[in-house]
């Protein structure tokens, strides 16, 4: 009969939409490909096969200059070092919901990428052969206003600079030691030592994955590149966010960055360590990973 007939239309309407909705709340090219493979002549076809696209290109991209972002799980830590330093105190607890990491620090290749599509408007002064390493002399202003709105167009995705909280949760990966394996650092487990000469007099830092990652994937969250992260400086903890977010308020003409570089000595290298520096400035040992929500 004519009413059974709609009334089969209608629960293959009501199926194709709930299909596209739980397609698009996986957000994956997988989803997207089931949903065409159930649907082929479904309501949102062509929306899948461009998403479908989109995502291929995504991929594509990341894995032309080998960027992998890490899960990193929720949790909390204390965060700050009682009789260090006056920079570090008070100590707190901090929660940090699950977000994404950049495995390593953005690299040459990837900052070359965004100059030649004229989005980086600076060409950095880098070191011979420099692909592979981590791309030093840009500020944080270049970073937030250039390069991740390039990224994020490139990727169809969001990404931004981790939290302070964020970034030391990750590199502590559990850790309430100086380091993230314990309260000793050598040569084979980081880039530093420049003007201390402990690990030879190199004027460079080391390419990208060069040492061994942390519990969470995670590589160079020790010495190679000082790494800017998204909060404004404070010369204290008093009065922080404690929810792992960024500190937007304070003195904003400055940013905050963790860790030491392959210039540092052996002491600056502690995952507590907080330096600021003006966010129009550039330093051949400051360089940046990328973070994003999920």
Known sequence: SRSSAASDVYKRQELDNQAWLLANKTDTEQSYTAYLNEYPEGQYTD??????????????FLHSFDVQFITIPSGDFMMGVKNISSYEVPVHKVKVATFKLMATEVTFALWQACYQDKVCLHKPKGFINSKNKPVVNISWNEITKQFIPWFNKKTGQKYRLPSEAEWEYAARAGSYDKYTWGDRINCSQARFGYYSNQCEKQKYPDDVKTYPKNRFGLYDMHGNVKELVQDCWNDNFKNAPNDGSAWLTGRCSKAVLKDGSYKSKQSQLRLGVRYRHDKNARFNDDGFRLAQDL
């Open 47 to 60: 929306s899948a096969l461009a998403k479908v696209e989109q995502l291929k290109n995504k991929r594509t």
